[in-house]
């Protein structure tokens, strides 16, 4: 006996197999996500006052991105109405876009990733605190002699066996007596935060990090939950990039059973869509 | 039967063009559910005997701390160096090797999680139900038997992740099978690294398992198997995809957070003011260790469900099939298993009521989890029912089945002590709790297995396995398992924690001189330790007949005389044997509901689900074309 309705739908329940095993997984991914969006709403409620940042995305890029991947959403449609009418040429034009499209929403997230690791904050010994994008730092060897660096190395750092330490950094950005000044900035209304560079000497920091995932359970949020999603941009681009070459050879030898596999992948390229959907406001508006 | 001497090659030859497959695979990379369920099944059963093993060690620990470890010692200091230390004597003289605290906690957390995610569900969802469901829903395999093979692969991956984490410097996971932040987060260890990450393995394989299951069940039902006729099994095992497939993910969202705060150093589950050996920990701070016993127990409790539901549902085929009757309120099983599935997603904080969440959300759980009690008990209720007035075969698989009703019945009655808040203050993280889970899984699920192994036997290899050593292992099994696990209950009352390395001799009890009252626990409760540890290794003793029989069987058992050795309804029985690939050798329709036992006016008392209506008799299926 051959397994049935491989492609054609079973008539009581009008599905074909495929078509259920991914609304069963995309009923999975729901769970995932769902847990990691509980969580950070339980993270944001147990904020302590002025911890949670606000404006801190660019949201300019953040639209940008939405636009490209409902762009890219409807043209995984239209990819597959195009099979449906038995237009491969069209179906290749559209599929090409959708696979650009997840290119450039990759391209435009790792531009966002990069500014947060450059961006660091300071506390100073004295409780106050810096922040802003890192201009550059001064390095000195053991002679005393001077090395400018525009990445931040840590405190200390050895190369060529010659071990530097940090003379002073300098960072594009504001000063701060209270964290909420830096966190909420629409709440300050009285202070006008102009950045400017800021240089701090290496004996007055007290701690310094940059705004990775272990600045604060806010950058942690983000870059778990941006980073999964990524993740299943690049996923889901793979797919389609294989039905889109190698895998296209199928269209010739059975045309239903490929139809189905585009419809089942777009039906996943839309989760993550919708994914994204929900992270923006959630990351980049609230 | 009649098709019993067809030519086995004829099934498969019309599926596939390609070639026979090799060794390779027929046996390893194979695609045949059936293949990949005994996969299942063998590699599960190792696992659920090395788990086994663990807790041999260290209930070795808990009898007789701080002595040598008996025959393995030098064994375990040789593979694990000084996690298992030496002891000398008077002379300096190394005389044997005791089990470190450490790796005690190691064995503990290990143990948990090997029984739970590599031994039972592997064994109970994936195993029977991969092998038994298309089968009994007439179906030639899986809806997507690549994947099927792939869920297997990852959770072997897993497995081997876990098995290799023993030997990693600082050996295994040792937080607890729970894995509870921030204990799990501080240590330098990478062991608890390797658990998250094969966690996540095991939760993928458990996913593409689930999504195939339901896939299965939903679309390649044959002809006239509407749901009303499905097998209980069947039902229990799509409620149980489902708990997976909804329940896992949020633990594999809490891995990943977890996996974050070890290696990004973030603090999703590490509070502010986190202080670690008296040093204020260097973490952003801000998050809150709650939320990791929410996220776990949102899978661990659903999990609970995937343990027991699967051995309700193969309980209830033999139960029918032994008493030659229909199964009594077969509706109530199904509507009970659906309301199970449902309210297991709600009770999952009844496991946190000592952690200071708030008396609301208390009282919501232990509502909650009382009215969960209600289909368990009206499920249970169905298999005594059915009992009364049949005139019952007592072989092999019945008497684990007969045995899973009170033990089942123990463990879950104990648990409502633990479902009510205020009680659940006193027993919380002591020897009942144990002895509440064990019974549910142990004498409960695990007999319910061994019952299925003992039923399905001939079905896979055409050879029953010994009665005799089969009735052996099962009055000597139900002796020790009740053994092990009754004093635990008289323990955990008399306050003895689990979790203990010592198994509680730190806090025997000493009387006060001046009034006489003894201050800890009594002497006479630390001293029930010894006996549960001779019932254990007794235990593993009387499994022995188990394994010789399981492997002696496959070559010298007694041959089937029919493709239905035990006269059953269900579709599994109506297969040439063992079952060829592509299963049927004609598509089976389906005209009858799936116990009809004994039904009057037939001439055999068991009517096959195939048999068209008015008795006529079934063709003898042709070669299928």
Redesign the interface.
């Known amino acids: 006996?051959?397994?049935?309705?491989t492609v054609k739908p079973?008539p009581d329940?009008g599905?074909?197999?495929?078509k259920?095993?991914i609304w069963?997984?995309l009923?999975?991914?729901v769970?995932?996500?769902?847990?990691?969006f509980?969580?950070y709403i339980?993270?944001r409620v147990?904020?302590?006052a002025g911890?949670w940042p606000h404006g801190l995305l660019n949201v300019t890029l953040g639209t940008i991105n939405t636009i490209v991947l409902i762009t890219s959403s409807i043209t995984v449609v239209m990819a597959w109405v195009s099979l449906k009418l038995n237009q491969f040429g069209k179906f290749k034009m559209y599929q090409a876009i959708t696979l650009l499209c997840a290119l450039a929403f990759l391209g435009i997230k790792s531009v966002e990733y990069k500014d947060k690791f450059s961006h660091y904050q300071i506390i100073k010994k004295d409780g106050t605190y810096v922040d802003g994008h890192m201009h550059g730092a001064t390095y000195l060897d053991k002679e005393g002699k001077s090395r400018e660096e525009h990445k931040f190395h840590g405190l200390s750092f050895k190369e060529n066996n010659v071990e530097y330490s940090l003379k002073e950094v300098v960072l594009n950005g504001i000063e701060a007596a209270q964290l909420s000044e830096i966190n909420e900035p629409h709440k300050d209304k009285e202070h006008k935060h102009e950045h400017k560079n800021i240089s701090v000497p290496a004996a007055e920091i007290q701690k310094i990090n940059n705004y990775?995932?272990?600045?604060?359970?806010y950058?942690?949020?983000y870059?778990?939950l941006t980073g999964?999603h990524a993740l299943h941009v690049i996923g889901g681009a793979l797919v389609i990039g294989f039905l889109w070459g190698p895998g296209a050879k199928m269209w010739r030898t059975e045309p239903e059973r490929f139809t189905n596999r585009i419809e089942v992948s777009g039906l996943f390229w839309h989760f993550v869509d919708l994914v994204w959907i929900f992270l923006f406001p959630v990351l980049y508006l609230l | 039967m009649q098709h019993t001497n067809h030519d086995l090659h004829h099934g498969h030859d019309h599926d596939h063009a390609h070639h026979e497959p090799g060794f390779w695979g027929k046996y390893v990379f194979s695609t045949d559910h059936k293949v990949i369920g005994i996969q299942y099944a063998i590699t599960a059963l190792v696992f659920l005997f090395f788990g086994f093993s663990l807790m041999m060690l260290m209930r070795w620990q808990l009898a007789y701390p701080g002595k040598a470890i008996p025959l393995v010692g030098s064994l375990l200091h040789n593979m694990l160096g000084d996690a298992a230390p030496g002891i000398t004597d008077a002379s300096g003289k190394i005389t044997g090797y005791i089990m470190s605290a450490d790796l005690y906690n190691a064995f503990g957390a290990m143990h948990g999680t090997i029984m739970v995610f590599l031994g039972i569900v592997p064994l109970a969802f994936a195993a029977f139900g991969n092998f038994v469901v298309p089968l009994q829903i007439g179906a030639p395999d899986m809806a997507f038997p690549r994947v099927n093979m792939a869920s297997y692969q990852s959770f072997v991956v897993g497995g081997v992740i876990m098995l290799v984490s023993f030997f990693i410097p600082g050996g295994a996971a040792s937080a607890g099978w729970t894995s509870y932040s921030p204990l799990a987060t501080l240590g330098s260890t990478h062991g608890q690294t390797f658990w998250i990450i094969g966690m996540v393995f095991l939760i993928t394989s458990s996913l593409l398992g689930a999504v195939n299951f339901i896939a299965t069940i939903i679309q390649m039902r044959a002809p006239g198997m509407n749901w009303m006729r499905l097998p209980f099994f069947v039902w229990a095992q799509f409620v149980t995809a489902f708990l997976l497939l909804l329940a896992f993910p949020p633990l594999e969202a809490a891995a990943v957070m977890q996996l974050m705060d070890k290696v990004a150093h973030t603090s999703f589950f590490l509070p502010t003011g986190l202080v670690v050996s008296g040093q204020l920990a260097n973490i952003s701070g801000g998050g809150s260790p709650l939320l990791w016993q929410h996220l776990f127990w949102f899978l661990g409790h659903p999990e609970v469900y995937v343990l027991i539901l699967p051995a309700m549902g193969i309980v209830c085929e033999i139960i029918a099939n032994n008493t030659r009757k229909p199964i009594w309120g077969y509706k109530s099983l199904v509507y009970s298993t659906l309301a199970i599935g449902f309210l297991s997603f709600i009770v999952w904080a009844h496991h946190m009521y000592l952690t200071g969440m708030g008396t609301k959300i208390s009282t919501f759980f232990q509502t909650t989890t009382m009215i969960i009690s209600i289909p368990s008990v009206i499920i249970l209720t169905c298999f005594f029912i059915s009992l009364w007035g049949g005139s019952i075969r007592f072989n092999t698989p019945m008497l684990f089945c007969l045995a899973f009703l009170p033990m089942f019945g123990i463990g879950g009655l104990t648990g409502l002590p633990l479902g009510f808040n205020y009680s659940d203050l006193f027993l919380h993280d002591t020897y009942y709790v144990i002895a509440h889970f064990h019974y549910i899984v142990a004498p409960g699920t695990i007999f319910a297995l061994f019952a299925g192994i003992y039923y399905w036997y001939p079905k896979a290899t055409g050879r029953h396995m010994s009665e005799f050593w089969g009735k052996v292992h099962f009055w000597l099994s139900f002796l020790f398992m009740n053994l092990i696990f009754q004093p635990m209950f008289v323990q955990g009352m008399a306050g003895l924690n689990r979790r203990l390395y010592d198994g509680g001799a730190t806090y025997a009890g000493v009387a006060d001189p001046a009034t006489g009252l003894v201050v800890g626990i009594p002497q006479v409760f630390l001293d029930l330790n010894k006996m549960i540890s001779h019932a254990a290794w007794a235990l593993a003793l009387v499994q022995i007949p188990f394994i010789i029989n399981f492997f002696w069987s496959m070559k010298n058992g007694k041959k089937v005389t029919s493709d239905n050795p035990w006269e059953a309804t269900t579709l599994e029985w109506q297969t040439p044997t063992p079952p060829p690939h592509g299963n049927f050798l004609t598509e089976p329709h389906v005209y009858r509901g799936p116990y009809e036992y004994s039904v009057p006016g037939h001439g055999k008392d068991f009517t096959p689900q195939n048999e068209p209506e008015h008795g006529a008799p079934q063709p003898i299926p042709q070669k299928a074309h």
């Open positions: 006996m051959e397994i049935p309705y079973r329940t599905l074909y197999n495929a259920v095993g069963l997984f009923a999975s991914e769970m995932l996500f769902g847990a990691l509980s969580a339980l993270l147990g904020a302590s911890t990775g995932p272990w600045h604060n359970t950058m942690a949020i870059f778990t999964l």
